[in-house]
């Protein structure tokens, strides 16, 4: 998978087919009611009826309403037909598949204090439905058992989602850490040329000409030490302390083509297309952060696009700003097996990279066959004294 992982909404399909199989299992209750009284079959089919509409994945009710409604309604139904004189010859198949589902989203998905009182009351009311039945003995072992059993699936869920969104939280403060430190090292190499640049100017005899070049000089690193400086203390502000990244000098355009040229092999393509004059005009800081996201995009067709026979990247710069566009013609998603496969955390760290940028990055499919990832990022302002 490309996307990031997540809880999208259900789409409308499935909800529709959710709701008519749980109607019809209510329905196949109600046939079973038809000798009943008015009053027990309303009761016994309208609790049934209320619970499966609770149960009906719907993003407009909270997930924790309509799992207390279905759980009170089903609790107050039960207590009425268990203590009155007339045992009910039915199930409630509807009901329990509608509690079930209730229970499943509620552990899984729910709040960590709703999952803790409302997952056992869901569970307790789904293993009493059968005791409304006249001879509950046959039913009642096997839907308890039903019940633990998607009780600790949606458990091992929840823990599962919690562990990623732990892992996707380090990463993401490793990301910010680790483009710090290299802001951090293109702030000191433009602080160091300035000192050099003073001191050289001090105890040289320069005439006019080569003091206005000097001052040229200082104020291009000074310029771009300020943006380098601002973009560090935007990171540094968002940014956990993470031990164990790596430390090396920030890459550029350079590396981008080299990055290039070592991803092509006999079966695969790679152009790379750079708006002329763009490369001397770029911050390092910039530059190192396009060559990270070129990598990360360049690992995730590698990774999840394993039959692409053609890779396009091009930087450009536009009115709005910079413009990175890695494409490939990947038809289909051939995953690597094992511990290759990774963990889907790719698109995200682009992400936040081009955030802690200053821009912003969409990836997806093209309409033609194949995958995008594309960069917006802040306009590059040419210095004053720069040729």
Known sequence: MRWAQGHPPWPARVKLAVAACLLGLTAVDALTLEHLSTTLSVLVVGCAVIVCACAVPVERVCLTARAAVAAAVSWTVTLVLVTGDDPV???????????????AGVLWRGPARTALFLGPALAVACAAVPARDADPHEWTLAFT????????????????????????????????RELARELHDVVAHHVTGIVVQVKGAR???LDPEAVDGVLAGIGREAEEALGAMRRL???????????????GPAAGIREVRELAAGFADGTRSVEVAIEPGLEARLPADTAAGIHRLTREALTNIRKHAADATRVRIALTSTPEGLELLVTDDGRHALPLPGPARGGGFGIEGMKERAAAMGGRLTAGPLPAGGWQVR????????????A
Do not use: K, Y
Not at 91 to 99: N, R, T
Not at 233 to 247: E, F, I, K, L, N
Not at 375 to 386: D, F, N
């Open 89 to 103: 010859p039915v199930v409630g198949l509807g009901e329990i598949a509608g509690l079930l589902l209730l229970l």
């Open 145 to 176: 058992l039903v019940t633990m059993v998607v009780a600790a699936f949606s458990l091992l869920l929840r823990a599962q989602s919690e562990q990623r969104l732990r892992d996707l939280d380090a990463m993401r403060s490793a990301e910010r």
């Open 203 to 205: 105890f040289a005899h």
């Open 233 to 247: 203390v935007t990171v540094m502000r968002r940014a956990d302390p993470v031990r164990g990244v790596s430390r």
């Open 375 to 386: 960069a917006c990022l802040p306009p590059v302002h040419p210095v004053e004294g720069m």
